[in-house]
């Protein structure tokens, strides 16, 4: 296995809930190190790597570190544990799922119970709830789960690793966004290993916390202050089954990169995006968002003083489940659009659409 090969399993299968990105910025700061000139941090955990930190001009590329999880809420007398989301966690697919409750002690295994399907039928049905789901430690008193470390307030992972469909796809938890922060740290890679001399400053970024509200790429974007913000998150593959394409627009895995449209996008920037597309002749579909793009674009955007920022997206089956699924050319088209329009890049570039 090549070594970005196992820094992508290593850092996927790495548990990194929002506010708690610690240990998978780590193992993604390792892994970029060599590949920039210097790095920065701040209080709250995302993480930059910078090339040319003394350029005038600055450049971001970015994607999120955070995966959604669970908090312990309450532990009843008889030692089962009940929770609230930490992000945009799924109630409905918790129950039968493997968990691991993250302690100052070490992880602690646990699953999401749920009753028989015998003691379940009849004309109401029960169906997942956040009131109802629950997760057993194997503990039969409150006590006996304190001692494990376990308290309201511990953080809840589920257990699923990534692993390959058909030989064509990558499945598995947290692909929304850690395969973002492998596509950008891929992108500095190439450049460093292609001796690309970038006559701008690059800074690489990996965001926390943006499950809950964009809120890491908020407080790095004033840090930073860039001149260009080149956003890439994950974006619905509208083919898989129970999508209204009429709602959610046509987007499917395997035919490229996702060129999206509204107004935190600068269609300056976006169009020189589509232009290096055609001229690479790679491959990319497009996709309309009313209003706000509800990805770390508008953070960027709405900063400072406005920032160009555009957002080139990940198609995705399976959004915010243990089994979300990516192309593997669409992850190599993501890398290549980002970098060729970076190595096309004149430092000053004004886009500005009135001057």
């Avoid at 629950?134 to 376990?150: A, N, Q, R, T």
């Avoid at 627009?249 to 169009?271: F, L």
Wanted: charged fraction near 25%.
């Amino acid at each position: 296995m090549k070594k970005n090969e196992k820094f992508l399993y290593q850092y996927l299968n790495n548990a990194s809930p929002t506010g708690f990105e610690e240990s998978g910025q780590r193992i993604w700061l390792d892994y970029i190190r060599p590949f920039v000139d210097t790095y920065i941090s701040d209080t709250y955990g995302t993480v930059v790597g910078v090339i040319n930190p003394n350029a005038e001009y600055k450049v971001v590329i970015e994607a999120h570190a955070d995966e959604i999880s669970w908090f312990v809420n309450y532990i009843t007398d008889d030692g089962y544990i009940y929770v609230i989301r930490n992000g945009g966690s799924d109630h409905q697919i918790a129950p039968s799922m493997r968990v691991n409750v993250h302690t100052a002690k070490g992880v602690v295994k646990g699953v999401f119970g749920w009753p028989a399907i015998h003691v379940r039928h009849g004309e109401k049905e029960t169906n997942p709830t956040l009131q109802n789901i629950f997760v057993d430690v194997g503990c039969s008193y409150k006590e006996e789960v304190e001692k494990l470390g376990i308290h309201v307030g511990s953080v809840i992972t589920f257990e699923d690793e990534l692993m390959e469909l058909n030989k064509k796809y990558y499945t598995g938890r947290a692909l929304d966004n850690r395969m973002g922060g492998y596509m950008i740290a891929e992108v500095a890679r190439r450049l460093h290993e292609n001796k690309v001399k970038l006559p701008f400053g690059l800074y690489v970024v990996n965001s926390v916390q943006e499950e809950i509200g964009l809120r890491g790429a908020e407080m790095i974007a004033e840090r930073i202050k860039p001149d260009v913000a080149i956003i890439t998150d994950v974006t619905h593959d509208t083919g898989s089954p129970l999508y209204d394409k009429k709602k959610s627009g046509d987007i499917k895995c395997g035919n490229g990169p996702v060129v999206s449209y509204g107004p935190a996008v600068q269609n300056n920037v976006r169009d020189m995006i589509i232009k290096v597309a055609e001229k690479k002749k790679i491959d990319f579909q497009r996709l309309s968002a009313s209003r706000s793009t509800g990805t770390d674009t508008d953070a960027f955007a709405y900063s400072n003083a406005g920032v160009a920022s555009a957002l080139i997206s990940l198609p995705l089956k399976y959004m915010h489940t243990t089994v979300e699924t990516v192309n593997k050319e669409d992850v190599e088209g993501v890398i290549k659009l980002i970098y060729e329009t970076l190595v096309q890049l004149k430092a000053g570039h004004d886009f500005r659409y009135i001057k």
